[in-house]
């Protein structure tokens, strides 16, 4: 009849009701459409009396033609019934997973010396990498490089010793217990000395990096004086990140049934879920305390480089019920002066505007309590541009047609 658009006459051989399907070759192979309970009556009458009693609705109706549809992001689909639990609707700041930052510590008391350009924050670093030094030579009590060459030396001149005692003893100027007491004090200056060369050279320590990752926070800056054991800087592989939300008291018994996620960034519109990113629920706390009278809960998710460590988001905590509900897409809805409508396909060309009394909300799923049944199908994308075309007030005379 137009494009896109076809018109069938069928003249079925048996009286009853039956599956109409329309096989459709294409450049893709086959596809099938199969529309269920289609009912066959005896006579042209008959079947036109039906008719008048399952005529569209024409109030609150809106003509939105195939044509406007393939023009705009249009999508309509059934609402699901099923499980439904409770959601809890919090924020969560995203942190690191412990199994990927570590904070590298200095090794001895000096002075930091900076390398150019290696010490900013989130730059990326390898295994091995020195990223800094941490000297003495300055400082008149406590010098490393002083502490350094009288390990050396302690080493060279027990190594000396040691082996002109074995000389001695294979001359029995020198008995086995000698070389033995001779022996022990070699080893120990050489193990002494090998383990402040392996981690020190004789100017200082030259802290590098444990593992391959990105600096996440650097405590120290160039001539910063330091002591042994504190905190220099610390490195992140962002593999992982670990969510910490909370929650108010009163949701302490939904908790464990705490089941998956919905997630998105402030000021943004996306929602991930948890499966999505590969995550899982870690912990929840089991009390509050004096200072936070909220609940932590923890969860884990693969850091897919949209989300950044150190910043918040807002996150749908959902629980498992066994009770199911009706649910559809959130974008489905249209809110007017805190009223909540849905669009319903009457036919592929005609939509209904219908209010409905809304649930729980996850984020990317909201519950229907009242308004349509499973069996509606509601149109989940494009639903503002119908409203738009409803505010011309016309109405196609042949939008009650099934095409």
Do not use: C
Not at 227 to 246: D, P, R, W
Not at 350 to 367: A, P
Not at 379 to 403: C, E, M, P
């Amino acid at each position: 009849t137009r494009r896109g658009i076809y018109s069938f006459d069928i003249v079925p051989q048996a009286v009853g009701k039956g599956t109409l399907t329309f096989e459709i070759a294409g450049e893709e192979g086959l596809t099938e459409l199969v529309i269920p309970e289609v009912t066959v009556y005896s006579d042209l009458e008959e079947a036109h009396e039906a008719s008048l009693l399952n005529k569209p609705p024409v109030t609150n109706t809106t003509f939105f033609s195939k044509e406007q549809s393939w023009k705009i992001d249009f999508a309509s689909e059934l609402p699901v019934n099923g499980p439904f639990g409770q959601v809890i609707k919090s924020t969560a700041i995203i942190k690191s997973a412990p199994a990927d930052e570590i904070i590298v510590s200095a090794g001895t008391r000096g002075i930091v010396a900076d390398l150019p350009g290696k010490l900013l924050e989130g730059r990326d670093v390898i295994k091995g990498e020195i990223l800094l030094t941490i000297s003495g030579d300055d400082m008149a009590e406590n010098n490393f490089s002083v502490k350094y060459d009288e390990a050396r030396n302690n080493y060279e001149k027990s190594e000396t010793d040691y082996n002109r005692a074995k000389e001695l003893v294979s001359d029995k100027i020198i008995s086995d217990k000698e070389l033995l007491v001779i022996k022990n004090q070699y080893d120990n200056a050489k193990s002494a000395f090998e383990n402040l060369r392996k981690n020190f050279t004789a100017s200082g320590q030259n802290v590098t990096a444990p593992l391959s990752g990105s600096l996440r926070e650097v405590y120290v800056k160039n001539g910063t004086f330091v002591e042994a054991g504190q905190q220099l800087l610390s490195i992140s592989q962002n593999k992982k990140l670990v969510l910490t939300a909370s929650v108010p008291e009163k949701y302490l018994s939904n908790l464990s049934s705490l089941k998956t996620a919905s997630l998105r960034k402030l000021n943004d519109k996306r929602v991930y879920t948890l499966e999505e990113l590969e995550g899982k629920v870690l912990s929840y706390g089991k009390s509050a305390n004096s200072d936070n009278y909220l609940i932590p809960v923890n969860l884990q998710i693969t850091n897919t480089g949209v989300f950044t460590p150190g910043t918040f988001i807002e996150i749908w905590l959902k629980t498992f019920s066994e009770k199911n509900s009706l649910s559809i897409s959130e974008s489905a809805i249209v809110e007017e002066q805190g009223v909540f409508f849905v669009y319903v396909q009457v036919t592929p060309e005609l939509f209904e505007k219908r209010e409905v009394i809304t649930g729980n909300s996850d984020g990317i799923r909201i519950e229907i309590l009242k308004g349509i049944t499973e069996n509606e199908r509601i149109v989940t994308r494009g639903a503002i541009l119908i409203k738009l075309a409803q505010s011309t007030g016309t109405l196609d005379a042949h939008s009650g047609h099934v095409h």
